[in-house]
Nanobody, 123 residues
Framework: VQLVESGGGLVQPGGSLRLSCAAS????????MGWFRQPPGKEREFVAAITWTGVNRNYADSVKGRFTISRDNAKNTVYLQMNSLKPEDTAVYYC?????????????????WGQGTQVTVSS
């Protein structure tokens, strides 16, 4: 099982980034997928989740209206489009897979995790 995040980097406030998470080694289309982040010195927190069908999506209040989660089951990939980035969005971003899940916000519901990608928002 592998989840490999990419697309992180340094961006100015107000800018955009698109994160990708490529999955392999499991039945991707049977899993809900989530994005979490861990700011420096803080605990990991929920960002967004999408059900296996892609119909239902769930967002943390702090990112609603700015971030969009999507998935392509043909490519075994989940995305996080991040717009209007703020310095407080600086964190390591992780993708995770939850078998049969409903877009949970709970870390303990997720079965597989990626290694993370750094996002830094700074001028």
């Amino acid at each position: 099982v592998q989840l490999v995040e990419s697309g992180g980097g340094l961006v100015q406030p107000g800018g955009s980034l698109r994160l990708s998470c490529a999955a392999s080694g499991f039945s991707f289309s049977s899993y809900s997928m989530g994005w979490f982040r861990q700011p420096p010195g803080k605990e990991r927190e929920f960002v967004a989740a999408i059900t296996w069908t892609g119909v239902n999506r769930n967002y943390a209040d702090s990112v609603k209206g700015r971030f969009t989660i999507s998935r392509d089951n043909a490519k075994n990939t989940v995305y996080l489009q991040m717009n209007s980035l703020k310095p407080e969005d600086t964190a390591v971003y992780y993708c995770a897979a939850d078998w049969g899940g409903l877009g949970s916000e709970r870390i303990s519901d997720y079965d597989y995790w990626g290694q993370g990608t750094q996002v830094t928002v700074s001028s």
